[in-house]
């Protein structure tokens, strides 16, 4: 082999093992310990593609939840607690960084009654719309009777029929 092209081999594969080290040493995994997760439950995962955690986001190297996991697993190597972590993030992102809204408070006891709420009035709606349309049922002419009792002599004939023994025919 020509001493340029084995050279050349030489520095593709130094760049292949070079890019396998750096896609190895990003293992997205890595900061999923139990502490991380504990903390990574509580705040909401903001990617778009899912309603999941931080903690529980099944999108593979999800944009949202791989960073601020590996946020929280620096954060707690620092010292820092779990609740002054959720508070940066709530901070930072709001109220919408949580996974559930805090129930203290009015906007916080809005947001957890407002579906029952919203869910009663829209019945009450939708029973007073039934009520005031309502139509009494129109009586039945000479014709209807007429057809109702024939109806009702062939179903005596095939029930009283079919209610007697086989052997007594």
Known sequence: MPPRLRQCSLKLLAAFFISLAVA????????MTPGVMRVGSKLACRCGGCRSSMASCPMLRCDSSVPARKRIAEMQQRGMSDEAIVDTFVKEGGIAALVAPPAEGFGGILTWTMP?????????IYSWFVRKNRKPAAPLTAE?????????TQMDRELGESSEPEGKS
Do not use: K
């Open 24 to 31: 190895l040493a990003q293992n997205p995994t890595q900061y």
């Open 116 to 124: 029952g709420v919203a869910l009663a009035i829209g019945f009450l």
């Open 144 to 152: 209807d009777e007429a057809m109702i009792e024939r109806f009702r």
